[in-house]
Every structure is written in C-alpha cells, then in structure tokens.
C-alpha cells in the first residue's frame, strides 16, 4: 500500500470520529422529532407569527378579572365568577367586561330618565314589572306637581355580587357605587327633597337578565333594590 492511501486514510478515519463526537450518533433508542411542517389530526395549531394576538376567551376574562378586580370592576365571590362562567357557556356572545360597560350606561339612563319622566326610555331597559313599578311613581309625582332632577357625576364601582342561569335566562346582580346630585321641587318651586349642590353618594342593587335563547341581546333590569337586600329574584 502507498504511503498517500495510509494517509488518507487516517485522516478520513479522523474526520468520522471527530463528526461522532460533535453530532453524536443514533442508537435506535432516540426519541423522533415530529416535523414542524406536519400536523397531526389532534394537534393544536400554534401560530407562527408572533405579531398575531390571540384574544382571550370569555371564560378566561371572567377568571382574570375575578382574580385581578379593577379600580372600578370587580366579581365578588367565587359563587358570582361559577354563575358567570355558567352564563358565558350558555351565550357565546357573552362578554363580562361588554356587559359590565353597558350595565353602567344603563344604571345612569335609568336613574336620570325617571327624574325626567322619560317612560319611553324606562320602557326600553326595564323589564314589565319593573318598568309598571316606575310608571306608577312618576304618575304619582304628576299628581302632586313635583319636579324632580336627578344626574349621577360618577360610577365609582360596578360590582357582580351574584350571577346565575336559571331555565336559560340568565340573572346578573350588580352593586352600583355612584356619586348623584338629586333634587326634587313642589309646584309652587320650593325644594322638597334633596340639594341641588350637593353630591350624595348612593349604593344601589340591580339585577339584570336576558333569555339566552333569544336574538335579542338586550339585558333587561329585573330588580332595583338598596344594598342591605342583595339576592336574585326566583324567576
């Protein structure tokens, strides 16, 4: 054999051991990389793009803000964040943080449409026996000529202290923390009631609820009560 081949050789018997000791070498025993590239029937699909946000589910917002309240939003117990969770799976279109907003805007709506007598309003938001209850006390208020105004500067808190669904419609209680200037005035002018300066802080216990089954996605206020008698109404 010429000494070149005995060379070569070597050297090629070098490069192999010195491949093996960097990449190592398959035994048979190595578990198989999946191909990224393939997806498997049961796989979930992850996305590439790390600039695409994946928004959080209802269920997941329910948990978040039960576990993390804001300054102004909060779920009050576990009890109230089941019910919600409950809720969000019978209404695909629930959203806690879309309800709690709208909640809000209708406590305000409310509040100053009956100082205003407003039934048409009134009539749109708050369900019959409700609604039936308000009309009797503006007509009340007609009859002895007394004027009312009312305005609420600021919600101040908006907590879910109950939540339930019972035969697919869907009960969420809300404790309303605002600050309100209200003032009522007899016919001749005189005040009755109330300053119309001075900012009155008011705490106020509303259920709303909406049948899941309907298109109608409005939630319609079932109850107005104080603080002192928190409770879902047996429907």
């Not at 802080?201 to 079932?222: A, E, I, L, N, Q």
């Amino acid at each position: 054999m010429s000494p070149d081949l005995i060379i070569y050789g070597l050297v090629a018997a070098g490069l192999v051991l010195w491949l093996r000791s960097i990449l190592g070498s398959r035994t048979g025993a190595e578990r198989e990389r999946p191909n990224p590239f393939i997806i498997t029937p049961n796989a979930e699909r992850v996305a590439l793009d790390k600039n695409v946000i994946i928004p959080p589910t209802a269920q997941a917002k329910i948990a978040e803000l039960a576990s993390n309240p804001t300054r102004v939003l909060s779920v009050e117990s576990k009890n109230a964040e089941n019910g919600l969770m409950e809720i969000s799976s019978a209404d695909k279109n629930f959203d806690i943080h879309l309800f709690l907003e709208g909640a809000q805007e209708a406590f305000v709506m409310i509040v100053e449409a009956f100082a205003k007598n407003d039934l048409e309003t009134l009539k749109d938001l708050l369900a019959d026996p409700v609604y039936k209850s308000f009309e009797a006390a503006i007509k009340d208020r007609e009859k002895t000529g007394d004027v009312m105004s009312a305005e609420i500067l600021s919600v101040r808190k908006a907590e879910v202290t109950e939540a339930k669904l019972q035969n697919k419609t869907a009960y969420i209680t809300v404790r309303f923390t605002a600050d309100e200037t209200t003032v009522t005035h007899d016919k001749n002018g005189a005040v009755v009631a109330g300053h119309a300066e001075r900012v009155i802080p008011m705490r106020d216990v509303w259920t709303f609820g909406r049948d899941t089954r309907s298109k109608d996605t409005r939630w319609m206020v079932h109850q107005t009560r104080g603080d002192a008698e928190d409770g879902i109404p047996d429907a």
